[in-house]
């Protein structure tokens, strides 16, 4: 089992930054693909992007494809999200996930272990 605690949610203009954090516990194994996922008002749950934390091949969906980064640090076992050029479409609460797999995977099926959310707003 992972725990994974997100943080770094907030409001910001359109075109600002933010960064999110995710930080994971428990039995983190280098076999493990962190995902980031959204989920906005009404909307179901989407992929954002994944990394794995072996070798840190990542994947992302088209639309933050530019602007986004995901990123890992394997001595702190945290995962980051960097996102840039942030439009009003990005709101969502953002979810941090963990994988048992060595593939970046976009499938919200494959996460077993989730964290809490946190918010982002982006206002126009």
């Known amino acids: 089992q992972v725990q994974l605690v997100e943080s770094g949610g907030g409001l910001v203009q359109a075109g600002g930054s933010l960064r999110l954090s995710c930080a994971a516990s428990?039995?983190?194994?280098?076999?493990?693909?962190m995902g980031w996922f959204r989920q906005a008002p009404g909307k179901a749950r989407e992929f954002v992007a994944a990394i794995t934390w072996g070798d840190g091949r990542s994947n992302y969906a088209d639309s933050v494809k530019g602007r986004f980064t995901i990123s890992r640090d394997n001595a702190k076992n945290t995962v980051y999200l960097q996102m840039n050029s942030l439009k009003p479409e990005d709101t969502a609460v953002y979810y941090c996930a963990a994988a048992m797999t060595i593939l970046p995977v976009t499938s919200l099926a494959a996460y077993g272990s989730w964290g809490q959310g946190t918010q982002v707003t982006v206002s126009s």
């Open positions: 428990g039995r983190t194994f280098s076999r493990n693909t």
